[in-house]
Nanobody, 121 residues
Framework: QVHLVESGGGLVQPGGSLRLSCAASGSIVSINVMSWYRRAPGKQRELVAVITSGGRTNYADSVKGRFTISRDNARNTMHLQMNSLKPEDTAVYYC???????????????WGQGTQVTVSS
C-alpha cells in the first residue's frame, strides 16, 4: 500500500504565497507522473499541475506563471509553490501519484486526503 500525505495548506491573503508538499510512503519502487488537482466549492475537480519522473511539467492555464511544481525522486516527495494567490485559487488541493510497487510491473494511481487552501482578505 501507498500513503500520500499533503501538507502546507492554510489561509492566506490575496497576493500571498503558500507551498504545498506531498510525501509518498510505502512499498514504492518508483513513481511515474505526480500531479496536483484541486476542487473548489461547487466545482468539478481540475488538474492544476503535472510533473514526470524526468522533471517535465505542465500547468493549467489559470496557474501558469504563478505556480511551480517540483519533486524529489529520492525522497518520493512533490511540492507546489503557489505565488500571487487569488481568491479563485481557494480549493482543496489533492496529490495524485502513479506508483509502481515492489513486486509489480505496472503502476497504480493513488490519491492523498487533500489540504485546504483558502485565499481571502
Amino acid at each position: 500500500q501507498v500513503h500520500l500525505v499533503e501538507s502546507g495548506g492554510g489561509l492566506v491573503q490575496p497576493g500571498g504565497s503558500l507551498r504545498l508538499s506531498c510525501a509518498a510512503s510505502g512499498s514504492i519502487v518508483s513513481i511515474n507522473v505526480m500531479s496536483w488537482y484541486r476542487r473548489a466549492p461547487g466545482k468539478q475537480r481540475e488538474l492544476v499541475a503535472v510533473i514526470t519522473s524526468g522533471g517535465r511539467t505542465n500547468y493549467a492555464d489559470s496557474v501558469k506563471g504563478r505556480f511551480t511544481i517540483s519533486r524529489d525522486n529520492a525522497r518520493n516527495t512533490m511540492h507546489l509553490q503557489m505565488n500571487s494567490l487569488k481568491p479563485e485559487d481557494t480549493a482543496v488541493y489533492y496529490c495524485n501519484s502513479d506508483v509502481i510497487l515492489i513486486g509489480y510491473t505496472y503502476s497504480t494511481e493513488y490519491w492523498g486526503q487533500g489540504t485546504q487552501v483558502t485565499v481571502s482578505s
